[in-house]
Antibody, heavy 119, light 106 residues
């Protein structure tokens, strides 16, 4: 059974940093691209960042460029999102998601970790 | 950035009714359009990929159609458990989601 378990969310002040983690199991992690998608309260999902299966290729949505860094550890089956210079508008539930195939839709999602940016 | 516009914002129907949800792209996305269902407190669930391919385990009452800029998700005979928000997503250029259609079945 595929499982994606996010952690690392919490309350942080504007300008602060957080590192999110996503522990993956139930599939061959190194064979699939992964992504982070966030959802603000009452809003639709928003793509944040994606990474190819090897980690060599990374992609960012406009809201993440220059502030967030996606990475992965294929030996430990963990996906990361380093978030710096956080803003109030980054407040959201952050989901880890698995691609069906290279740049395919997301067929499995975690339950999310909540990031709240507030003073 | 490709913008996806979904309509209507809300759809209120009865069990057994047919639901038709629309997603329009600001430029062509070929057939690289997916549909997700999201119930309150849950993560999105993939329903349809590449405009018309049902994902594993998705009931046959869900179908997708369209290409280019205009896409439709049809639920042929609504069940009460189909009450949810539905989002389209394109992967032609980066990834973007629509703002969603809320379906109420009562």
């Amino acid at each position: 059974e595929v499982q994606l378990v996010e952690s690392g969310g919490g309350l942080v002040q504007p300008g602060g940093s957080l590192r999110l983690s996503c522990a993956a199991s139930g599939f061959t992690f190194r064979n699939y691209g992964m992504a982070w998608v966030r959802q603000a309260p009452g809003k639709g999902p928003e793509y944040v960042s994606a990474i190819g299966d090897s980690g060599a290729n990374t992609y960012y949505g406009d809201s993440a460029k220059g502030r967030f860094t996606i990475s992965r550890d294929n030996s430990e089956n963990i996906l990361y999102l380093q978030m710096n210079s956080l803003r109030v508008e980054d407040t959201a539930l952050y989901y880890c998601a698995k691609e069906m195939g290279r740049r395919q839709p997301f067929d499995y999602w975690g339950q999310g970790t909540l990031v709240t940016v507030s003073s | 950035e490709i913008v996806l516009t979904q309509s209507p914002a809300t759809l209120s129907l009865s069990p057994g009714d047919r639901a038709t949800l629309s997603c329009r792209a600001s430029q062509s996305v070929s057939s690289f359009l997916a549909w997700y269902q999201q119930k309150p407190g849950q993560a999105p669930r993939l329903l349809i990929s590449d405009a018309s391919n049902r994902a594993t385990g998705i009931p046959g009452r869900f179908s997708g159609s369209g290409s280019g800029t205009d896409f439709t998700l049809t639920i042929s005979s609504l069940e009460p458990e189909d009450s949810a928000a539905y989002y389209c997503q394109q992967r032609y250029s980066s990834w973007t989601f629509g703002q969603g259609t809320k379906v109420e079945v009562k």
